[in-house]
């Protein structure tokens, strides 16, 4: 099973490995370099949220109708490959709206679309997967093993950008990320290959395919009525969107307000990335030791408090012009962001019925997605408007991290109205700690 899983954990960080030149490092070339749209740059980054539903339907798709006698590898493969295609297609679109916008945007919505399409193919698969190779009992561990992997192999895809962007030009960065592209390919197959197992099973029609499809949908629809007639998980997804608006909307702009508030090169922002993800590898760890010992309510409090102070210093910094202070805050965001991630996660199992654990994870997967996309698109929106307004580029980005200091604020506020009690005794049970792990990994 260790082969299994460390080949599962490779596929997670081929995939995750095409996130990181997209959102770390193009999208500041985007906005400082080619001068083009925050806006504009943030709907074209949140694709995959924006495609996020069509996971139930491929679930449902690669459940019910295997492609030559495989679930799950088919599905992997072809949003690998698309993934890969985005990564190749994506600066070359961001280089030509600069001189073409209308035929570079075009190429921007293919490129980043297949890009947003493939990562949504190959996640809800390559996690099916995961689930049914795992058993529920070796689920917890699957999930520990692919998601250290995901945070190292970010780590490392950012430090190499960082090295192979010492001379930045666009000649520069189109190899740079076709050697990310193709680096994450290679990971991707070697993940692939003998992983799962062949079965027997035929695919079906099309007409089956689509009344399958119908059948999930009408399903889907009626569960999710079903899961917010409580009060504590109506409130506790309003907590997590308003959390996640606050903590994932600085992803597209944080580098682009280092270029602009300090000068500093593409290579030197690339490294944002890596220092992030260190701070926020550690902080798993911090808060895997002192499980037990502190109260998740106490962990989500302290990670929101330190997120807070994390975006005043880094709005700070740009005032007072002190990179000191910049770096400061985003190791304490990289550290909070972590705390958060798992005291919040550990609520989300707490607030999940084991009886209806994908519906369950599919809310909270939906809050997930939905934050990225509209912390994103504010973000964008409030930097090109405040920008535009003070006709100062510094002051748009200080606003945005302003704005999510405050909407952490109002979930500090939320989570004090947010009881697990209470709920676990209207749902009327509690998770085992083997569902709990199952329910993990679905997370």
Same mark, same amino acid.
């Given at each position: 099973?260790?082969? +299994?899983?460390?080949?599962?954990?490779?596929?997670?960080?081929?995939?995750?490995?095409?996130?990181?030149?997209?959102?770390?490092? /193009?999208?500041?070339?985007?906005?400082?370099?080619?001068?083009?749209?925050? !806006?504009?740059?943030?709907?074209?980054?949140?694709?995959?949220?924006?495609?996020?539903?069509?996971?139930?339907?491929?679930?449902?798709?690669?459940?019910?109708?295997?492609?030559?006698?495989?679930?799950?590898?088919?599905?992997?493969?072809?949003?690998?490959?698309?993934?890969?295609?985005?990564?190749?297609?994506?600066?070359?679109?961001?280089?030509?709206?600069?001189?073409?916008?209308?035929?570079?945007?075009?190429?921007?919505?293919?490129?980043?679309? %297949?890009?947003?399409?493939?990562?949504?193919? %190959?996640?809800?698969?390559?996690?099916?997967? %995961?689930?049914?190779?795992?058993?529920?009992?070796?689920?917890?561990?699957?999930?520990?093993?692919?998601?250290?992997?995901?945070?190292?192999?970010?780590?490392?895809?950012?430090?190499?950008?960082?090295?192979?962007?010492?001379?930045?030009?666009?000649?520069?960065?189109?190899?740079?990320?076709?050697?990310?592209?193709? !680096?994450?390919?290679?990971?991707?197959?070697?993940?692939?290959?003998?992983?799962?197992?062949?079965? +027997?099973?035929?695919?079906?029609?099309?007409?089956?395919?689509?009344?399958?499809?119908?059948?999930?949908?009408?399903?889907?629809? +009626?569960?999710?009525?079903?899961?917010?007639?409580?009060?504590? *998980?109506?409130?506790?997804?309003?907590?997590?969107?308003? /959390?996640?608006?606050?903590?994932?909307?600085?992803?597209?702009?944080?580098?682009?307000?280092?270029?602009?508030?300090?000068?500093?090169?593409?290579?030197?922002?690339?490294?944002?990335?890596?220092?992030?993800?260190?701070?926020?590898?550690?902080?798993?760890? *911090?808060?895997?030791?002192?499980?037990?010992?502190?109260? +998740?309510?106490?962990?989500?409090?302290?990670? %929101?408090?330190?997120?807070?102070?994390?975006?005043?210093?880094?709005?700070?910094?740009?005032?007072?012009?002190?990179?000191?202070?910049?770096?400061?805050?985003?190791?304490?965001?990289?550290?909070? !962001?972590?705390?958060? !991630?798992?005291?919040?996660?550990?609520?989300?199992?707490?607030?999940?019925?084991?009886?209806?654990?994908?519906?369950?994870?599919?809310?909270?997967?939906?809050?997930?997605?939905?934050?990225?996309?509209?912390?994103?698109?504010?973000?964008?929106?409030?930097?090109?408007?405040?920008?535009?307004?003070?006709?100062?580029?510094?002051?748009?980005?200080?606003?945005?991290?302003?704005?999510?200091?405050?909407?952490?604020?109002?979930?500090?506020?939320?989570?004090?109205?947010?009881?697990?009690?209470?709920?676990?005794?209207?749902?009327?049970?509690?998770?085992?700690?083997?569902?709990?792990?199952?329910?993990?990994?679905?997370?």
């Amino acid at each position: 099973m260790f082969r +299994k899983r460390v080949q599962l954990g490779l596929i997670h960080v081929a995939v995750a490995m095409t996130l990181v030149p997209i959102n770390s490092t /193009l999208n500041r070339v985007m906005i400082k370099e080619l001068a083009l749209s925050a !806006t504009l740059v943030a709907l074209l980054a949140s694709l995959p949220y924006l495609f996020s539903p069509i996971q139930v339907f491929i679930g449902s798709l690669s459940d019910r109708h295997p492609l030559w006698g495989y679930r799950r590898t088919p599905y992997i493969g072809f949003g690998l490959i698309l993934c890969v295609l985005g990564v190749i297609l994506t600066p070359q679109a961001a280089y030509l709206m600069s001189t073409n916008f209308w035929a570079g945007l075009a190429l921007g919505v293919l490129s980043f679309g %297949a890009w947003g399409m493939g990562y949504n193919f %190959a996640s809800v698969s390559y996690l099916s997967l %995961a689930s049914e190779l795992s058993g529920e009992k070796g689920r917890s561990r699957t999930i520990s093993v692919m998601f250290f992997m995901m945070i190292v192999g970010i780590i490392l895809t950012a430090m190499g950008l960082s090295r192979l962007l010492e001379s930045y030009s666009p000649e520069v960065l189109e190899r740079a990320f076709l050697l990310v592209a193709l !680096t994450a390919l290679v990971l991707g197959l070697l993940g692939i290959i003998g992983l799962e197992p062949r079965s +027997k099973a035929r695919l079906g029609s099309i007409a089956e395919i689509e009344d399958g499809l119908a059948e999930e949908q009408r399903g889907f629809r +009626k569960q999710m009525r079903s899961i917010f007639e409580s009060r504590q *998980v109506t409130l506790f997804f309003i907590y997590l969107v308003i /959390l996640l608006i606050a903590l994932l909307g600085q992803d597209i702009l944080l580098e682009p307000y280092a270029a602009e508030a300090f000068e500093m090169s593409v290579q030197e922002t690339t490294r944002i990335t890596a220092i992030w993800g260190i701070c926020f590898l550690l902080s798993l760890v *911090v808060a895997g030791v002192s499980e037990g010992r502190i109260s +998740k309510m106490t962990v989500a409090r302290i990670g %929101a408090w330190g997120a807070i102070l994390a975006f005043i210093m880094i709005a700070s910094s740009g005032i007072i012009f002190s990179l000191g202070v910049f770096y400061l805050g985003v190791i304490l965001l990289g550290l909070s !962001t972590g705390l958060a !991630t798992v005291s919040n996660l550990s609520l989300m199992l707490d607030m999940t019925i084991a009886g209806k654990v994908g519906m369950f994870i599919g809310a909270w997967g939906m809050a997930n997605a939905f934050s990225r996309l509209i912390g994103s698109v504010m973000s964008g929106l409030v930097r090109d408007t405040v920008t535009q307004i003070s006709q100062n580029a510094v002051a748009g980005y200080v606003i945005v991290f302003v704005i999510e200091a405050a909407l952490l604020i109002i979930s500090l506020v939320l989570l004090r109205s947010i009881d697990v009690s209470v709920f676990r005794k209207q749902a009327g049970e509690e998770n085992s700690l083997v569902e709990r792990a199952a329910m993990a990994n679905d997370a």
